[in-house]
C-alpha cells in the first residue's frame, strides 16, 4: 500500500513536499513514478525514480523545479516541487513498480498511492 501526502493549497511560485509512504512492502525493491491527474484530463507522468536512487527523470514542464528522491530507511519517496504554476494543479498520485521499464506508462505500475490535491492559484 502506499499513502501520498503533502498537498495543499499555494500561490504561484510556492512549493510543496509531497510523500509517498510505502507499507507492506519495502521501497528499496521499487521503482517510483509519480502522475498527476488535472480536472478534465488524463493522469500523466510527471516524475520518476528508480530502486538506487541514482536516477531520475522528468517531464519537460518540471524540469528544474520538480526533485523526486527517497528514503528506503524511512520506506518514503518524496517529491519536492519548487515555483509551482498553476498549470501544476491537480491530484498528484505516487505509484510503485517492480521492474522500472516503461516508466512514464501507468501500467509499468503495480501498487498506486491514493492521490493528494495540489492547488496552485493567486
Known amino acids: 500500500q502506499l499513502q501520498a501526502s503533502g498537498g495543499g493549497s499555494v500561490q504561484p511560485g510556492g512549493s510543496l513536499t509531497l510523500s509517498c509512504k510505502a507499507s507492506?512492502?519495502?521501497?528499496?525493491?521499487?521503482?517510483i513514478g509519480w502522475f498527476r491527474q488535472a480536472s478534465g484530463k488524463e493522469r500523466e507522468w510527471v516524475s520518476f525514480?528508480?530502486?538506487?536512487?541514482?536516477?531520475?527523470s522528468y517531464r519537460d514542464s518540471v524540469k528544474g523545479r520538480f526533485t523526486a528522491r527517497r528514503d528506503d530507511k524511512e520506506n518514503t519517496a518524496y517529491l519536492q516541487m519548487n515555483t509551482l504554476k498553476v498549470e501544476d494543479t491537480g491530484v498528484y498520485y505516487c505509484?510503485?513498480?517492480?521492474?522500472?521499464?516503461?516508466?512514464?506508462?501507468?501500467?509499468?505500475?503495480?501498487?498506486w498511492g491514493q492521490g493528494t490535491l495540489v492547488t496552485v492559484s493567486s
Open positions: 505509484a510503485a513498480s517492480k521492474s522500472g521499464y516503461l516508466y512514464s506508462l501507468r501500467a509499468t505500475y503495480d501498487y
Open positions: 507492506g512492502f519495502t521501497l528499496e525493491n521499487v521503482a
Open positions: 525514480i528508480e530502486r538506487s536512487g541514482r536516477s531520475t
